[in-house]
């Protein structure tokens, strides 16, 4: 098997993911020169309504220009002294690390009273933040909240009546579907570009945080240093994922992109927003993705779904009675197929919300209410 391309944040270069530009080509319809010739046969005919109608993405691009941002990042001065000052090292080697930091990216207009979002990596080295509309006007900006396991962040400029964008729900989009990828590409501000959606629920291992979420949605739609924190749409321009990460050897596009899928991130969000923390739930377990390899070590029948390892003293699980060697296969109705898949409902759902979580016991199928814990006594 060919060897996996290096995964890297989509802004870890210039400090932000971006887009490049991909131009999406359509063969004509092909047109008859053909004389008929006459018959004394009955011939019957078909209209098939003359073939499909071109892919049009203007109204999607129109849709969510408007709400993306350009974002710059920036160390102040300050800042710069003090990380060297708590370094010494610094002050004998130059390098990317000595003097003050600089990125440029993305973000997405959540609210009409100026939150945005953005990634965790695009402004997590910064203290100074400059937000560039689509219409050209500029504003500073403050960091609201940020969370380095999901990464996902909040800033807030002093504006009214922007334009959120629209939201929409990353459950019901499927692989195969149209999507558009807006955001700053190389600082080339207001950049779409389109692709497909190529998976959903990917573990890409980029996120170095502790417990980490991962379940991104996977797109060929090109994605470049500067589109961190930019908009994945669908075709009627309502975000569906933040874009986030990339595929690369090279550290540019390379055919594949990776968002967080739009359900998780707005529910981070609206923590960042109203607590300046994302207040995360637990379910307290060690987990593996059920395949048949696993299930041939375990020796238990191969189903479908996540296996619990163990169940950790003082969590959720085991307050509910979720015991080692289930096998959870559905949540809230959901069928459940992969570790990623796991957390991100789990990471979407609140501390005190109850789950209906179906298992697998031994063959037999249960249906146990958990409710969600928060862990250690913290979010």
């Not at 309504?49 to 993405?57: L, V």
């Not at 609206?270 to 207040?279: M, N």
Request: glycine share 10%; net charge negative; aromatic share 8%.
């Amino acid at each position: 098997m060919n060897k996996f391309l290096p995964m890297i944040f989509a802004g870890a270069i210039g400090g932000l993911t971006v887009f490049g530009v991909q131009k999406l080509t359509q063969e004509p319809t092909p047109t008859s020169n053909e004389t008929a010739v006459p018959s004394t046969k009955q011939v019957n005919t078909v209209n098939y309504g003359g073939g499909p109608a071109a892919f049009d993405f203007t109204k999607a691009a129109e849709r969510s220009m408007n709400s993306v941002v350009h974002i710059k990042a920036s160390e102040s001065k300050q800042s710069a002294i003090n990380r060297q000052r708590q370094n010494p090292f610094l002050q004998f080697f130059g390098g990317a690390d000595f003097g003050q930091r600089q990125g440029t990216g993305s973000g997405v207009i959540f609210t009409a009273d100026g939150y945005i979002i953005t990634n965790n990596h695009v402004v997590d080295f910064a203290d100074e933040f400059e937000v560039t509309l689509h219409d050209n006007r500029e504003f500073k900006a403050r960091l609201v909240g940020k969370d380095e396991n999901t990464d996902m962040a909040v800033i807030k400029i002093d504006a009214t009546d922007l334009q959120p964008i629209e939201i929409g729900n990353s459950d019901d989009v499927k692989v195969g579907e149209w999507a558009l990828a807006v955001g700053n590409p190389f600082d080339l501000t207001s950049t779409v570009t389109a692709g497909i959606i190529s998976a959903k629920g990917r573990d890409i291992n980029i996120i170095k945080g502790y417990s980490p979420i991962e379940s991104f949605i996977q797109t060929d739609a090109a994605v470049n240093p500067g589109n961190s924190g930019g908009a994945l749409v669908d075709l009627q321009g309502r975000l569906i994922g933040i874009n986030s990460a990339i595929a690369t050897p090279t550290g540019t596009f390379a055919g594949y992109s990776f968002a967080i899928p739009v359900n998780l991130a707005k529910r981070i969000a609206d923590d960042l927003v109203k607590y300046g923390e994302y207040r995360r739930a637990y379910l307290g377990v060690d987990i593996a993705t059920m395949d048949g390899g696993l299930a041939e070590r375990l020796n238990i029948p191969f189903v479908q779904g996540v296996y619990i390892a163990e169940v950790l003293e003082g969590g959720s699980a085991k307050a509910a009675g979720l015991q080692n060697e289930d096998v959870i296969i559905k949540i809230n109705g959901k069928n459940v197929t992969s570790v990623p898949e796991l957390r991100e409902m789990i990471g979407r759902s609140k501390a005190g919300d109850t789950l209906s979580v179906i298992v697998n016991r031994k063959g037999k199928e249960l249906e146990i209410p958990v409710k969600l814990r928060v862990k250690d006594n913290k979010y």
